[in-house]
């Protein structure tokens, strides 16, 4: 017995077509997927470049005093970074077992435990010295501040 050849094509087109098919909708999600992938890439690498660049630099010659410069290095498509503020942090010691008759945790949270710290309510300041803005700068500008060695605290 044998099958007309006319039959054994119209079974086999249609399952190609059918393989075809699904192949198609598995290489077009696949491409979906690919393309969301390269999107969020290039979405990070172009917030990367246009991350704004600083130079700092602590010096003078001052044993109580110093000057720490800040240099907005570019990149210079950004133009200005209207918000730039810097804030002094302290070591990385605990002090939350200071003694109980002495300083006040107030106190102890105010103080700026390490070397330098702005000096308060000079180029904007605040009163305990730790941090300074919002101010703007502009690329391939600076802007000094000063800074002042701490003291000891209680």
Same mark, same amino acid.
């Given at each position: 017995?044998?099958?007309?050849?006319? +039959?054994?094509?119209?079974?086999?087109?249609?399952?190609? *077509?059918?393989?075809?098919?699904?192949?198609?909708?598995?290489?077009?999600?696949?491409?979906?997927?690919?393309?969301?992938?390269?999107?969020?890439? =290039?979405?990070?690498?172009?917030?990367? =470049?246009?991350?704004?660049?600083?130079?700092?630099?602590?010096?003078?010659?001052?044993?109580?005093?110093?000057?720490?410069?800040?240099?907005? %290095?570019?990149? +210079?498509?950004?133009?200005?970074?209207?918000?730039?503020?810097?804030?002094?942090?302290?070591? +990385?010691? +605990?002090?939350?077992?200071? *003694?109980?008759?002495?300083?006040?945790?107030?106190?102890?949270?105010?103080?700026?435990?390490?070397?330098?710290?702005?000096?308060?309510?000079?180029?904007?300041?605040? =009163?305990?010295?730790?941090?300074?803005?919002?101010?703007?700068?502009? %690329?391939?500008?600076?802007?000094?501040?000063?800074?002042?060695?701490?003291?000891?605290?209680?």
């Amino acid at each position: 017995m044998s099958i007309p050849w006319t +039959d054994i094509g119209a079974v086999s087109t249609a399952g190609l *077509s059918a393989i075809a098919t699904w192949g198609a909708w598995m290489a077009a999600r696949k491409s979906a997927r690919t393309a969301d992938t390269v999107g969020r890439i =290039e979405k990070a690498r172009r917030h990367e =470049e246009r991350r704004p660049r600083f130079d700092l630099c602590l010096g003078g010659p001052y044993r109580e005093h110093s000057t720490l410069n800040v240099h907005l %290095v570019g990149p +210079d498509e950004l133009g200005e970074v209207e918000i730039v503020s810097i804030r002094v942090d302290d070591d +990385d010691k +605990d002090r939350s077992n200071l *003694s109980p008759g002495g300083a006040t945790r107030e106190e102890i949270g105010n103080h700026v435990w390490g070397p330098f710290m702005f000096s308060p309510h000079v180029d904007g300041a605040d =009163e305990h010295g730790r941090a300074v803005g919002p101010f703007r700068l502009k %690329v391939g500008r600076g802007r000094p501040f000063q800074m002042d060695r701490t003291r000891p605290g209680h």
